[in-house]
C-alpha cells in the first residue's frame, strides 16, 4: 500500500490544522494508521493511531486532547485534526501503516510497514 500526507503548512499559535493520509493500491481495511512526528534531532514519536476496522484509537499522552485522528471509509483517508496547536509542535509528520495485529505495540515505529512521504507543519509563536 502507498500513502501520501498532505495538509501541513504554517499556522500561528492556537490555530488548527488538518492532516490526512490516503492510500493508493489498495484500501486500508484490516489496518492500523498511524501518526508520528519526527523534528529534525530527535526521534520520531507517536501521535496517534486508529485501527481502521472498529476505530479504535489511542493517543500518546502529551497530546491532552488537542489532536483526534478518524477515517473515512468511503475517502480511504485517515485524518489527524489537530487543534491548539502550539509551537512545540512543529515537526515532519507521517503517516504509517500496518495489517500486522499488533495492537498494543501501535505506538511503536517499527510495528509499521508502510510510511507515506511526511508532511511538514510549522506553528509560529
Known amino acids: 500500500v502507498q500513502l501520501q500526507a498532505f495538509g501541513g503548512g504554517l499556522v500561528q499559535a492556537g490555530g488548527s490544522l488538518r492532516l490526512s493520509c490516503a492510500a493508493s493500491?489498495?484500501?486500508?481495511?484490516?489496518?492500523?494508521v498511524g501518526w508520528f512526528r519526527q523534528v529534525p534531532g530527535k526521534e520520531r514519536e507517536f501521535v496517534a493511531s486508529?485501527?481502521?476496522?472498529?476505530?479504535?484509537?489511542v493517543y500518546e499522552d502529551f497530546l491532552k486532547g488537542r489532536f483526534t485522528i478518524s477515517r473515512d471509509i468511503t475517502r480511504n483517508t485517515v485524518y489527524l485534526q489537530m487543534n491548539s496547536l502550539e509551537p512545540e509542535d512543529t515537526a515532519v509528520y507521517y503517516c504509517?501503516?500496518?495489517?500486522?495485529?499488533?495492537?498494543?505495540?501501535?505506538?511503536?515505529?517499527?510495528?509499521?510497514?508502510?510510511w507515506g512521504q511526511g508532511t511538514v507543519v510549522t506553528v509560529s509563536s
Open positions: 504509517a501503516a500496518t495489517s500486522r495485529a499488533i495492537y498494543s505495540m501501535l505506538g511503536v515505529s517499527s510495528s509499521y510497514d508502510y
Open positions: 493500491g489498495r484500501t486500508f481495511r484490516g489496518y492500523s
Open positions: 486508529i485501527r481502521w476496522n472498529g476505530g479504535t484509537t
